[in-house]
């Protein structure tokens, strides 16, 4: 249990959430991920129901009033963050693994491979997110499957192309050649040696990565690419209601304030993650953490 414990303590996760930026950035993300999972289950109506004239005012059971057709905003509200949570994780998930494979794969072997995968990857660098998900759309339809799949493809290069930095740097350690020496065929190499040694970029790349994913799969259903109509979403509610602002704010301002402290309280987070993989950990707290770092060292 002790050494359990130690290993948590040590884990940049655990020193990230002990900072000021860590325990305010996963507190705001808990509270809004709460909202989105538990949210259907306290929905007071049916997020499809008509009950009311469009943009009606808040009071008759209706805290937030209602929306431009007539459906309950809180009903909406509450259910509409489900469609947002879990595709910007599994997209960012795929994104990180896509671009890390690509990245370790190319810094390691080097040569024409690396070449070939880096160009491939600068040319999606250079086309516009939005653009690349209204080529998939052309191509394939809107649906929350494309939207995923434009964020993967947006986040692959950029996660490439700091995994194979990492993975330069790494490929020159005496335990990788060490490695090399022993004839070790080099997936094992890139498992066992580079990946552990680039894990700590990856995992404040993976923290941006999710607040960007938040942030594009929300505008992207704003646009009508994601979720389809009556299914409530909150980048499309922010579509939907926009017109009809000056009778009933609370459709709009709900959604965009939950995507904002979603986005922030990820942000946070990264930013802690990235000060303490850099040992720049502030206040008494991150003295100690970088004194027991370097007493480890001595």
């Keep these: 249990m002790s050494v359990t414990w130690q290993a948590l303590r040590a884990s940049t996760w655990f020193r990230a ?9 996963l507190v705001l993300v808990g509270v809004v991920t709460v909202i989105a999972l538990a949210g259907p289950l306290l929905a007071p109506f049916s997020p499809t129901m008509l009950v009311g004239a469009p943009f009606g005012a808040p ?18 509200v509450l259910d509409g963050g489900i469609r947002i949570l879990p595709l910007a994780a599994i997209a960012t998930a795929g994104g990180v693994g896509l671009g890390a494979f690509l990245g370790i794969s190319a810094g390691y072997r080097g040569g024409a491979y690396d070449e070939i995968v880096m160009r491939t990857l600068d040319v999606l660098l250079a086309v516009p997110q939005i653009i690349l998900a209204l080529l998939l759309v ?19 290069p950029q996660v490439a192309r700091v995994a194979r930095a990492a993975t330069l740097r790494a ?8 490695s090399q020496a022993l004839s070790d065929p080099p997936l094992r190499i890139m498992l066992n040696d580079v990946l552990p040694s680039v894990a700590g970029p990856l995992l404040v790349e993976s923290a941006l990565r999710l607040t960007y994913s938040i942030g594009i799969i929300a505008s992207l259903n704003f646009l009508g690419l994601g979720t389809r109509p009556p299914f409530p979403d909150w980048g499309a509610m922010i579509n939907e209601n926009r017109i009809g602002i000056d009778q009933n704010p609370w459709p709009v301002v709900v959604p965009v304030a939950l995507v904002a402290v979603l986005t922030i309280g990820a942000s946070l987070f990264a930013d802690a993650l990235a000060r303490v993989t850099a040992g720049l950990e502030l206040g008494s707290e991150g003295v100690v953490v970088k004194q027991e770092a370097d ?4």
Excluded: K, M, N
């Design 138 to 156: 052309s191509l394939a339809g809107a649906s929350p499957l494309l939207v995923g799949t434009a964020v993967v493809l947006i986040h692959a």
């Design 171 to 178: 490929a020159q350690e005496d335990f990788v050649r060490y």
């Design 17 to 25: 959430a002990r900072t000021t930026r860590g325990w305010v950035g």
């Design 295 to 298: 007493g480890r060292d001595a």
């Design 59 to 76: 009071g008759g059971g209706h805290l937030l009033g209602l929306e431009y057709v007539g459906r309950d905003t809180l009903a909406r």
